[in-house]
């Protein structure tokens, strides 16, 4: 199952960059991880291993705790009028019907300021 939401940052496309490129700034406390194809790290406790980097247009990656199945998330960026479209699609096992992981995700990016 698949769950995606998007939300528009008030921000060009490189400044949103910045922002989803950086995990501390919006996803995880402690982030200890190099955002480089095959990389592996961690986001606070959940095991991280980046899949794809695309500067200024997708990132993705796979997560999750060490006793559970990984997820994938997805992050594309998109110029809107209103600033950068960003788009999270979290699929694999381990998400949940409400999508709890990605609502904290949006919660936080919601919080950049402008």
């Known amino acids: 199952m698949d ?3 998007d939300i ?3 921000l060009g496309r490189d400044e949103a960059w910045e922002v989803v490129s950086d995990p501390e700034a919006w996803l995880a406390e402690r982030a200890d ?3 480089v194809p095959g990389a592996e790290g961690t986001l606070d406790e ?3 291993i980046v899949e794809e980097v695309d500067p200024g247009e ?3 990656f796979w997560w999750g705790d060490d006793d559970a199945l990984l997820t994938r998330v997805e992050l594309t960026l998109d110029d809107v009028r ?3 479209r960003v788009t999270v699609v979290e699929s ?3 998400v949940g019907a409400g999508g709890d992981v990605l609502s904290s995700v949006l919660h ?3 919080m950049v300021p402008a």
């Open 3 to 5: 769950v995606t939401r």
């Open 8 to 10: 528009v940052l008030p």
């Open 33 to 35: 991880l190099e955002l």
């Open 46 to 48: 959940r095991r991280t």
């Open 58 to 60: 997708r990132l993705s």
């Open 82 to 84: 209103d600033g950068t």
């Open 92 to 94: 694999g096992p381990a």
């Open 108 to 110: 936080r990016m919601q």
